[in-house]
């Protein structure tokens, strides 16, 4: 089944979190990976939902968020053009004789050294996933001692996030939170 | 003015134009009980927080208007679990308001404390942990818009103490609901309503499925001209009766897992369905692989997370269906399906000769004769059933003949036993001018039958026909289809009913014969007060036909024929 990117505009409020989550759980979808952090709204925060999926199962999950009270607008970004990145922060163990190749592999990938210590070195990726799994994928062999990803985090290429408004209140430059998202992320394109 | 939040969420109940609440009182919701006495409230004290929940509930169905159910946190709150999951899965309308400790002590498992909007989460629209006196109102605004828009549900706001005891100002137009809130009814294209227009133009064998929506919407009138204008016969869901008048020429009757047999042929060899305001449930679905082979659908639903659930359906009208039936009325050519509708009368006329009302009087005593001589003692007044769950649930469906709205009330969705007692309370306090049966198994009747002290207390006069046959009927049906008559644990005994409800003060009597059936509903209908009839029925009587569950819809098991039923079956 193919993954589905969901865009979700939540209410920054307690338990918010555990209605998205729990809807999940009880419909009986597999939430892949989930991330939320702010959006460019204040108040308003931004999930990053993947499942997988058929589209009449991404239909009704698209309905059955909208029907929750504290979500303001949900998107599936599946449905067209995307920017989509996961951030992955890699311990690896780099021995003074693999140091060197760690660190050109790390390179190839458009990685970055954020942490060196002298039996292992902290890599930084910001990338598709796909690209991320193959860092880790040749890194393996070294020694991956500990690591934490993001999950995915999307949104759609082109300027139609710029015709709507989450919600009524306090005027935000949706065009200029885009573009400043898109500079944010211009380290890994 | 600066009020207390015990009283603001009085002064918001009664401008939501709340007079009745069901409820329980306790430590947590003290303060709120004690402002109650300075508002135009009626309170009807209940026996059991569940019971609070079921009467809103039958309130809310009776009526149309929300029902209000009151409780202490802790205990008070996990009671009403069961009631609010009914209420969310037949889409009734209510609100629960329950105490909670002091904010201070939340998540300290303070006595009596409980996380009632997580454990109902997943059975309310929405629910609120109000903490603060300045938002209650608020809460209690949008709880009602809430639960009252698009697909009605329950909502629950969980009001700690601290929240019922301190001052703010109170100002009810500064706590309108947040438009981020509000969630507009859709609107079907115009395109989709002709692609429906042109599909049920060309159809031959149309057949209408009509569901509790049609109640929610208060689209009978339009139904029955859609019906009307293209001579197509409707099927009803359970919570769909009444929504067409059952002396109707074009009314079919109930559909699904007891509907009778020619009402789930004609939606095998439809080659149309036209669902209003239903969901293809499995009970009315069968095995969803060969349900309605032939029939291209179209779906009317004003819930978008419904459309393609169960059944693919060719055009979805997602929207109100009162709305959506007026604009796709004008589109729709009017016509008759006389060849269509004579193949349905003679599969109506294979069910009939096996009908039980057919039957002789034997001696023995029939569940179906029951609900069939009640049918015939109140049809031509305003008379609501209130039933429970099992057996005699499906009678009431298939014997009594509802030509009115909302004169059926029963939980479908969940199929909770001990509905009926509280749920007729409910009713008869929303429509005191209405005669209200609750029509209830031995087994769901002692669930709840505490809820007789209430309506004796608050004077509610309810009529109960119990209807007794010493078995948990439909599960020891179940066991005597499918596990070999192996009845384990659904023999029954309960206590003698009559007694039982004379100790309640309730006028009572049995009935152990088909003779005696109409004098003694006459009797309990004359009575001025609740009164109860303990119908000693056939132990061991079976609701035909039945599609067993995931079965083909047309594999169903029919009645005998000639029917020989005997007490051994």
Known sequence: MKHHTFAVYVEDQPGVLNRVSSLFRRRGFNIHSLSVGNSESAGISRMTIVVPTDPTGAARIRALLEKLIPVVRVEDLSERPAVVRDLALIRVAASHESRAAVMQLVQVFDGRIVDVAPASLVVEICASEAKVDGLVEVLRPYGVLEMVRTGRVAMDRGSAAETWQVAPGPSTSLGAGAAGAADGLSCSV | ?569
């Open chain 2, 1 to 569: 003015m600066t009020l207390t939040g015990a009283r603001i969420l009085w002064e918001s109940l009664v401008r939501e134009g709340v007079t009745e609440v069901f409820g329980y009182p306790g430590g947590a919701i003290l303060p709120a009980y004690d402002a109650m006495l300075e508002y135009p409230i009626r309170h009807t004290l209940v026996r059991h927080e569940q019971g609070a929940t079921h009467m809103a509930d039958g309130y809310a169905r009776a009526s149309g208007r929300v029902g209000v159910a009151i409780a202490t946190s802790g205990p008070g709150a996990t009671n009403m679990v069961t009631g609010i999951a009914t209420a969310m899965l037949d889409s009734s309308p209510i609100v629960c308001i329950t105490g909670q400790v002091g904010s201070r002590l939340i998540g300290t498992d303070a006595f009596q404390e409980i996380d009632i909007t997580g454990i109902t989460l997943p059975v309310t629209k929405h629910n609120y942990l109000v903490t603060r006196p300045d938002d209650v109102a608020a809460a209690v605004r949008e709880a009602f818009l809430i639960a009252t828009s698009g697909r009605p549900g329950p909502v629950l706001i969980d009001i700690t103490k601290d929240a019922q005891q301190g001052s703010c100002e109170f100002s009810w137009e500064a706590a309108s609901p947040d438009p981020r809130h509000r969630r507009d009814v859709p609107v079907p294209p115009e395109s989709d309503i002709s692609k429906a227009a042109a599909l049920i133009a060309t159809a031959r064998r149309p057949v209408i499925l009509a569901g509790h929506g049609v109640l929610v919407s208060g689209a009978e009138t339009e139904l029955r001209a859609l019906a009307e204008r293209t001579g197509t016969p409707v099927a009803a869901t359970l919570l769909g009766i009444g929504g067409f008048p059952a002396s109707h020429p074009l009314n079919l009757g109930m559909m699904g897992m007891h509907g009778e047999a020619w009402v789930n042929l004609a939606i095998q060899q439809a080659d149309l369905l036209i669902a209003c305001g239903m969901r293809f449930d499995d009970r009315v679905t069968g095995n969803l692989k060969t349900y309605a082979p032939h029939a291209r659908k179209i779906h009317i639903e004003i819930d978008p997370s419904e459309i393609n659930k169960n059944v693919t359906v060719d055009v979805a009208l997602v929207g109100d269906l009162r709305a959506v039936l007026e604009r796709l009325l004008p589109l729709v050519p009017s016509g008759t399906r006389a060849d269509w509708l004579r193949e349905i009368a003679t599969a109506r006329g294979d069910s009939a000769v096996r009908d039980i009302q057919s039957l002789p009087d034997d001696g023995h005593l029939y569940a179906a004769h029951v609900i069939n001589d009640l049918w015939r003692a109140t049809r031509d007044d305003d008379c609501i059933v209130v039933t429970d769950v099992g057996q005699h649930q499906m009678w009431e469906a298939q014997y009594y003949h509802h030509d009115r709205p909302r004169s059926l009330i029963t939980s479908g969705g969940l199929g909770t036993m001990g509905f009926a007692v509280p749920a007729a309370i409910g009713a008869k306090r929303a429509r005191p001018e209405a005669e209200v049966w609750a029509v209830v198994g031995d087994g769901g009747f002692q669930m709840t039958m505490c809820e007789l002290a209430t309506a004796v207390q608050e004077g509610i006069a309810i009529k109960v026909a119990v209807i007794n046959n010493g078995f948990l009927g439909m599960v020891r049906q179940w066991q005597q289809f499918f596990y070999e008559r192996r009845y384990a644990a659904t023999p029954l005994s309960g206590p003698d009913f009559v007694k039982l409800a004379e100790a309640f003060g309730i006028h009572a009597q049995a009935v152990c014969a088909r003779a005696d059936v109409d004098e003694a509903i006459g009797a309990a209908r004359r009575h001025d007060g609740p009164a109860l009839i303990d119908f000693r029925v056939e132990q061991e009587d079976t609701v035909y036909p039945m599609v067993p569950a995931g079965a083909d819809l047309h594999a169903m098991i029919r009645r005998p024929n000639p029917i020989v039923e005997t007490a051994s079956d």
